[in-house]
């Protein structure tokens, strides 16, 4: 299985809400990464996790909180998100090597609307 | 700061001209690079990696850390490779980063 998969595929969500986006990976990858893609621009880096440890945060604000409960597993909670959060949220893993890192798997995105 | 830059948003071709995709980083360090491509509808991929040194569906890539760039070269382009393509830099094992991308639009 070469696939990281995430759910779900389209969430739309008020501001007030809390919702979370998942996603999973069985290829063994330590280190697994959440993106935010807006429309026609690359996809921004927001946090990594190494090892199921938070390694990288990327100054996001608070109201995006990511968690790792175990090495498949990746998910991001949203609260009080604003309309300019709307986007594509990706997904990807990869394997970190001593000579460097692999090549990162996506997931086919969560397009998330905020309304 | 580390960064990646594609100077061209867009670039179009005729069926069979050359093609190359510009990619400039700014990185201190030993870089690792990589371009990933996106077809429409579909996820974003690996296209190629630069340690590989291969080519993939005749796309060769060679890093040139004098000039630090790593650009993107066909000799024949297709239709079928049209497409967004981005360039990405990885470093301190855990970060990967990518350029604002180019569009590559090849007519028949």
Redesign the interface.
């Known amino acids: 299985d070469t696939e990281v998969t995430q759910t779900p595929k389209h969430l739309v969500m008020g501001m007030t809400n809390k919702k979370s986006l998942k996603c999973e990976q069985h290829m063994g990858h330590r280190?697994m990464?959440w993106y935010k893609q807006k429309a026609k621009?690359?996809?921004?880096?927001m946090f990594?996790y190494?090892y199921e440890k938070l390694?990288?945060n990327e100054s996001v604000p608070s109201r995006f909180s990511p968690e790792c409960p175990n090495s498949s597993l990746l998910n991001l909670h949203l609260h009080a998100l604003q309309p300019e959060d709307s986007a594509l949220y990706?997904c990807?893993s990869?394997q970190?090597l001593r000579t460097?890192?692999t090549?990162?798997?996506?997931?086919?995105?969560t397009r998330l609307t905020v309304v | 700061a580390q960064r990646v830059t594609q100077p061209e948003k867009l670039l179009s071709v005729f069926k069979g001209a050359p093609v190359e995709l510009k990619c400039n980083y700014s990185y201190s360090g030993s870089p690792e690079l990589f371009w990933y491509v996106q077809y429409s509808r579909q996820r974003l991929q690996l296209l190629l990696r630069h340690i590989s040194r291969e080519s993939i569906k005749g796309f060769t890539a060679d890093l040139n850390k004098g000039e630090t760039s790593f650009h993107l070269k066909k000799p024949f382009a297709q239709e079928e490779d049209s497409a967004m393509y981005y360039c990405a830099l990885s470093y301190n094992t855990d970060k990967l980063i990518f350029g604002t991308g180019t569009r590559l639009q090849v007519f028949p």
């Open positions: 280190a990464y621009k690359p996809p921004e880096l990594v190494s390694s990288i990706l990807a990869s970190q460097g890192t090549e990162a798997f996506f997931g086919q995105g």
